[in-house]
């Protein structure tokens, strides 16, 4: 049971002072922020003056494909057009009393708002219709906590969820409003709600101590692997990056027809054309209004897309107006400091584009991009000839000449290059090399290039 996005900490799950059916009762209030299974929602947009009422459909579209892939039954959806957000209800009163009786038609039990609500906002909505309340970033942390498989993952999803919920724990828990104390809290006039707080606070240090050294391992590993090429595939969920990754590396990454169907980054070796080789990353799938918590949370596993080489962009060509989300994720890419990395676009899924005149459509706005099906197997050779194409666009060949007792130096071209020629003389060792062009730099530092 996930209580505040813990997953078992004996700080969270039994705070000094408090009674066994205290524990109980919160534990239940904290299930019920979830959502169970075949829940009938109905979803909630706002369109302002600097979004259209198109864009606003278009994100409650998203919004009811994360819904269902939570597990909800989506029953109507509300797009209200307003200047500005009422501070109180999110949408206003006359808002609400048609949601509640849509809610009543339709016999929903989940209201879901499609931006950040505050906690005083959600708590008014809730008093209002008598239905429980989330807005998007809670829908996402409820899918991300269900899909979360590693050690790694799941203490990245319960800090997005424990930052989140800490400034609404008087939302959840409300009972907690007594005055508490005992062995173990800050005094005797210390609430149950502030050593809840605490506690919280307490358990987000410990997994950020975590994840760094997470983040510090595997920088580490990166720095261990600089001679090879790193290459990520990116995009929006959903858009068949796991497949892909499969076809290419046979890693045997879960894949599904849903979003966020994996949350953790996949590396694999993979041999290429040419004697070529390198390490291609399966990332997390990117959104719009990708919630703050997991950018931040998700660093260790988002610093593999801003740390590569060359990026892929899986793109699902079968979706209707698939160029707006090749537009999207790259908002997202510009966030976390990708945007300028070299990139190739793949239109994935095109076994299942019926109009071949979209396929030339796209193929003419976007050169150079590939055309592919990861499941037929279309277009996987052109994929690894484009990374291929730019690991030697990395590489120069140049002709060295270290002398024989240089282990370190011939072991370092070894490494890092591909030896095309070799002659062995009594003091010294000349060779014709291809090599990245930052170690061929470095060589020519030394003075072992000949020009």
């Known amino acids: 049971m996930r209580e505040g996005g ?16 205290e524990r109980h009762q919160r534990r239940n209030a904290i299930k019920k922020k979830f959502i169970p299974k075949d829940e009938n929602a109905i979803l909630v947009g706002v369109s302002l003056p600097d979004t259209t009422v198109d864009d606003e459909h278009e994100s409650l579209d998203e919004l009811a494909q994360l819904a269902r892939t939570a597990g909800a039954n989506v029953m109507d959806r509300f797009v209200q057009n307003r200047t500005r957000i009422d501070g109180k209800t999110y949408v206003g009163s006359g ?3 048609r949601i509640s009786r849509a809610a009543q038609i339709h016999a929903a039990n989940l209201l879901v708002f499609d931006d950040d609500l505050r906690p005083a906002q959600a708590r008014e909505i809730e008093d209002a219709t008598g239905i429980k309340v989330i807005d998007r970033t809670e829908l996402i942390l409820d899918i991300f906590a269900r899909r979360a498989q590693t050690k790694v993952a799941r203490a990245q ?9 800490l400034p ?3 939302r959840l828990w409300n009972h907690l409003e007594r ?5 173990g809290t800050r005094g005797p006039g210390e609430t149950q709600l502030e050593s809840d707080r605490r506690a919280v606070r307490e358990r987000i240090r410990i997994l950020k101590k975590t994840l760094k050294g997470v983040e510090t391992e595997r920088a580490q590993q990166r720095k261990r692997r600089s001679g090879t090429t790193r290459v990520a595939l990116v995009g929006y969920t959903n858009a068949g990056k796991s497949t892909l990754m499969n076809a290419l590396t046979d890693a045997g990454v879960l894949t599904e027809d849903l979003l966020f169907a994996t949350l953790d980054a996949t590396t694999r070796r993979i041999e290429l054309p040419g004697g ?28 593999e897309v801003a740390e590569a080489d060359f990026l892929l962009h899986v793109v699902d060509a079968s979706r209707p107006h ?13 966030e976390i400091g990708a945007s300028d990395i070299p990139t190739r676009i793949v239109f994935n899924k ?38 291929c194409a730019f690991i030697e666009s990395r590489e120069e060949v140049v002709e060295l000449s270290i002398p024989v007792a240089d282990g370190k130096t011939i072991s370092f071209v070894h490494e890092h290059g591909e030896v095309l020629s070799q002659t062995s003389g009594d003091e010294r060792l000349e060779m014709k090399v291809r090599i990245p062009k930052p170690q061929a730099a470095h060589l020519r530092k030394l003075g072992f290039a000949r020009e």
């Open 350 to 387: 095109i076994d299942r584009v019926l109009d071949g005149a979209e396929l030339d459509r796209l193929d003419s706005r976007h050169p150079g991009s590939i055309l592919a099906s990861a499941t037929r197997g279309d277009g996987l050779e052109e994929v690894l000839r484009a990374v």
């Open 157 to 165: 999803v319960e800090l997005a969820q424990c930052e989140y919920e």
């Open 168 to 170: 609404r724990l008087r």
């Open 179 to 183: 005055l508490g104390g005992g062995i």
């Open 276 to 303: 070529h080789e390198a390490l291609i990353t399966d990332t997390v799938g990117l959104i719009k209004k990708l919630p703050h918590h997991l950018v931040v949370s998700f660093h260790a596993t988002l610093d």
């Open 95 to 97: 808002m609400i009393e």
């Open 322 to 334: 698939c160029e707006r989300y090749l537009e999207l994720a790259n908002e997202v890419l510009e």
């Open 6 to 21: 813990s997953s078992g900490s004996p700080a969270l799950n039994r705070p000094p002072g408090r009674t066994t059916a």
